[in-house]
């Protein structure tokens, strides 16, 4: 089976209603709902994030199904397309109990990159998970960024202590302008709808 993602919203969609066991195993997920629960942050952990890996991998793992399900027994990978702040790709998608939990990207000389969090099973480095909000966390709005283009309406601010992991926050029924930052009260109740680990440069 092949997943289609064809937006971040949808995408990130996709893993919030996994984690709360609403999505059937082959559901078309460009099609789920949106909103985040604070139900979706009670999940259980499959997957830690620290600043050095996700779980098991880390940046010398190999980007490759069979190194991929190597690393994470009792998880399984399909293709899928996913949106990212500039376009839409094929990557690599990683399911548990047929839910996807992960996104993981092809990065330099035949090595994972970037990886994406798109459930509540995954744990940020300081707990942060899908569905937790902006005041919950704690994260200084002065070190967050306006998203651009396909993430236009999202906040993307660092995990504290780890500057290689974003959490990536959506505002409900923002409006924009979208060259800027969602004004303070409002990002206060902004959601994290995405995780996003980089590999740690050299």
């Not at 990557?91 to 970037?114: R, Y």
């Not at 926050?169 to 959601?191: M, N």
């Amino acid at each position: 089976m092949t997943y289609r993602i064809f937006s971040f919203r949808s995408a990130i969609a996709a893993g919030l209603l996994a984690a709360g066991s609403l999505l059937a195993g082959c559901a078309d997920m460009s099609t789920m709902g949106e909103t985040a629960t604070d139900a979706a942050i009670t999940q259980r952990t499959l997957v830690t994030m620290t600043a050095a890996s996700v779980g098991p991998i880390d940046s010398e793992t190999r980007y490759s199904t069979k190194a991929i399900e190597a690393a994470l027994p009792g998880f399984t990978t399909q293709p899928i397309q996913m949106a990212v702040e500039d376009r839409t790709l094929w990557t690599t998608g990683v399911f548990h109990n047929g839910f996807q939990v992960l996104q993981v990207l092809k990065g330099n000389g035949g090595k994972i990159g970037a990886i994406h969090a798109v459930s509540a099973n995954v744990t940020g480095p300081n707990g942060e998970r899908l569905g937790m909000r902006f005041d919950q966390v704690g994260t200084s709005i002065s070190d967050c960024r306006v998203g651009r283009n396909l993430w236009r309406d999202m906040a993307i601010c660092p995990a504290r202590g780890a500057p290689n992991v974003k959490l990536v926050y959506a505002v409900t029924q923002y409006d924009g302008p979208f060259d800027a930052l969602p004004p303070r009260e409002q990002l206060a109740s902004a959601r994290i709808q995405r995780i996003v680990w980089n590999p740690p440069a050299e």
